[in-house]
Structures are given as C-alpha cells and as structure tokens.
Antibody, heavy 124, light 107 residues
Framework: QVQLQQSGPGLVKPSQTLSLTCAISGDSVSSGSAAWNWIRQSPSRGLEWLGRTYFRSKWFNDYAGSVKSRITINPDTSKNQFSLQLNSVTPEDTAVYYC??????????????WGQGSLVTVSS | DIQMTQSPSSLSASVGDRVTITCRASQSISSHLNWYQQKPGKAPKVLIYAASSLQSGVPSRFSGSGSGTDFTLTISSLQPEDFATYYCQQSYSTLWTFGQGTKVEIK
C-alpha cells in the first residue's frame, strides 16, 4: 500500500518561496515505472497539475506552462521523498497542494495515490 | 495546453436518478481520459481510467464512454454517497490538465 505524507509551512509571505515535501512509503521515488506529481486546487483555478519528476535511467522533470519559470520539483533518494519549490509567490498561489503518484505499469495513466493535501496561504 | 471543458458545472438530482456528465477536449486525446470523484476536504479518487475502465473497488453503477474529444461519465442509479464533485483529466499530452468540475447536489 502506497502512502504519501506531505509536510511544509501553511503560510508564506508574498515574493518568498513556497516549499513542500512529500514522503513516500510503499514505493520508491526512483521507481522506473512511476512519476511523482504536484497538483494544486483553488476556487479560482480549480485542479491544476503543476509538474512531475521521474527516473528513467536518469531524472526528468515536466512542468506546467503556468508555473514553469518559478517551479522546481526535486527527488531526494536518501529520504525517499520529493519536494516542491515555487518561487516569487503571490496571493494567487494560495491553494491546497497535493502530491500524487502515477504508475506507468498499470493499464492507464492516472493519479492513483494522493497525499493528504496541504493548505498554503500566501499573505503578509 | 489541452483544455478540458465539463458540462454541466453543477446539477441537482435525486437518489436513484441516472446522471450523465460530459467532458470535451480541445483536441483529440484518443482514450486518455480519467474521471475522479472528490468529496469535501478529501483528495480526488479515480473512478474511471482510459475513458471506460472501472477502477478496482469502484461500484459498477459508474461507467465511462467516449474517445477523441467527447467523453461521458454516467452514474446509473445515484446513491447518497455519490453526492460529490466530479472531474475529468486528460493524460494524452505531456502536460496534464483537468476539467473545471461538476458538482452533483441533492435535489
């Protein structure tokens, strides 16, 4: 059974960096058949996929165009986790942030396991 | 990016009703379409993947159909636990996108 446990501050000041971590149990961040994703949800933007990191002989990342200039997703193999950093945040980045897995060895490609969600508020 | 448009944005229905939600993609996505159910305060849960495959453990009253640009989620007989918000999501392109959601409320 895969479990994803999120952690990180719930309040970030404008122009600063939002940082969240997703700890994985029951799978490996280095799995050759999984991808590790960040998704956010707000009333104004709905569900928004932000990006993914995955290992296929080397590490790859894909990022949504809406945040591409500000986002970094990094794996941490020593702790079996991955992180989200979003720079230069504004109140528009206030949202519930989720981490989620995609298993590419299954019949379809979908988010099968999710973290518990983290409400991050951007405010001074 | 591929845009996903759901309709309606909300609906009211009674227990036992047949409910249909549609999702349209801005370009062909073959059958790379997933449906999720979300209840307040919880993460989304996958119901249907690859347009018509029922996720393990999901009741058979849920079904999906479609390919190309037009897709449908059907609940054959609405149950009290089905009142929730439903989202479609495409996994065709490298950059994945969701529909804006359909809230199913009690009539």
């Amino acid at each position: 059974q895969v479990q994803l446990q999120q952690s990180g501050p719930g309040l970030v000041k404008p122009s600063q960096t939002l940082s969240l971590t997703c700890a994985i149990s029951g799978d490996s961040v280095s799995s050759g058949s999984a991808a590790w994703n960040w998704i956010r949800q707000s009333p104004s933007r709905g569900l928004e996929w932000l990006g993914r990191t995955y290992f296929r002989s080397k590490w790859f990342n894909d990022y949504a165009g809406s945040v591409k200039s500000r986002i970094t997703i990094n794996p941490d193999t020593s702790k079996n986790q991955f992180s989200l950093q979003l720079n230069s945040v504004t109140p528009e980045d206030t949202a519930v942030y989720y981490c989620a897995r995609v298993d590419y060895s299954s019949d379809g490609y979908y988010f099968d396991y999710w973290g518990q969600g983290s409400l991050v508020t951007v405010s001074s | 990016d591929i845009q996903m448009t759901q309709s309606p944005s909300s609906l009211s229905a009674s227990v036992g009703d047949r409910v249909t939600i549609t999702c349209r993609a801005s370009q062909s996505i073959s059958s790379h379409l997933n449906w999720y159910q979300q209840k307040p305060g919880k993460a989304p849960k996958v119901l249907i993947y690859a347009a018509s495959s029922l996720q393990s453990g999901v009741p058979s009253r849920f079904s999906g159909s479609g390919s190309g640009t037009d897709f449908t989620l059907t609940i054959s007989s609405l149950q009290p636990e089905d009142f929730a918000t439903y989202y479609c999501q495409q996994s065709y392109s490298t950059l994945w996108t969701f529909g804006q959601g359909t809230k199913v409320e009690i009539k």
